[in-house]
């Protein structure tokens, strides 16, 4: 199981979609990572890990990759990985339990700047092929 995030309007094939789709593995970590670093953007999403299809606008996207990429220039990033992997192993979880580094925060940036905002939507409903207007009204 994993999410789908997807452009809203995209410029670019980048914007598209987030490399198809993410492992809960990968998701989980990120949306953690997001709510903590910059709880003013992504507390607009209520429920991330829902098939309501939920995002944020174009504006609120770019303002969120800006913010995402001062988090990383601070250094903040790679300070939170290493308390996510403390946290792991105090818990006594494997090493790849969640999958979290600046590398997946860039790779984030890079579908924001290009996305013309998001939405998201849990790979059950994709495999099931409901239309993206449905959801939104679910």
Known sequence: MGMDVYGLN????RGKSLDGSWSWSMWEPLVAYCSHAVPELWGK???????SGEGLDA???????????????????SEWRQGLEAWCEGKGYTR????????TVEQFITFLDD???????DLLSRSRGLP???LRQV
């Open 132 to 134: 993206i207007g449905l």
């Open 45 to 51: 999403i209520q429920n991330p890990f829902s098939d």
């Open 59 to 77: 504006e609120d996207s770019k303002r969120l990759a800006a913010r995402l990429r001062a988090r990383i220039a601070e250094g903040h990033t």
């Open 10 to 13: 995209p410029t670019t094939k």
């Open 96 to 103: 790849h339990r969640y999958v979290f580094s600046v590398d």
């Open 115 to 121: 996305c013309g905002g998001f939405a998201i939507r």
